[in-house]
């Protein structure tokens, strides 16, 4: 109630809400309700979770294939050898090819397509290890480095000389700054930059 002046009369108790009781449908406890939500059905998050998910009673042996389907049961676990040598043969044509969801038609350049053979990754190693991981430009060990082909990569791809390519004695270890001074590519494009 409001006086004349528009303030409240003086002992007049402003209406509150009544405290709402209810019981929880997973744990059963009592447990007091929201005032601003009275469709409130769970005491906590936990219990609201566990109840939706409850759904009708499995037995033992389709609980057993349900956590062996699960991606999780196989989180750390070692699989066999010719598990993972089947599995991959499996995946194998999806993940490169025709059957690649990203194929189009094999327009790869071949100077690109020669660096993603296993091959070149052996070789690349190779010169890394002969070479001590370290760059013979300027003596630095590790860090980012690049193996160089003496006799231009292009060249040797073009000419199909691939005993070349594979080459251990055809390939130097440079660092990145190393390599734009001493490959030709990389001179003649730091050339046309300036």
Known sequence: MRNKDGTFAK????FVKPDIFKSCPNCLETFKGSKNNPSTKYCCHKCSVEHILKGKPKSREHAE????????YWLGKKQTEAHVLKAT??????????KHWNWKGGITPNLKAWRFKEWYHTWRTGVFERDGYTCRGCGIEGGDLQ???IIRFAELVRKKDTEAL??????????VGC???NDEYA???????V
């Open 11 to 14: 002992g007049h108790k402003l």
């Open 65 to 72: 294939k349900i956590k062996k389907n699960n991606a999780r």
């Open 89 to 98: 043969a499996a995946l194998r044509p999806y993940q490169s090819g025709e």
């Open 147 to 149: 193996a160089h082909h």
């Open 166 to 175: 594979k080459d251990i004695n055809n390939g130097v270890t440079y660092c």
């Open 179 to 181: 390599h734009k001074l």
């Open 187 to 193: 001179k003649r494009f730091s050339q046309r930059s």
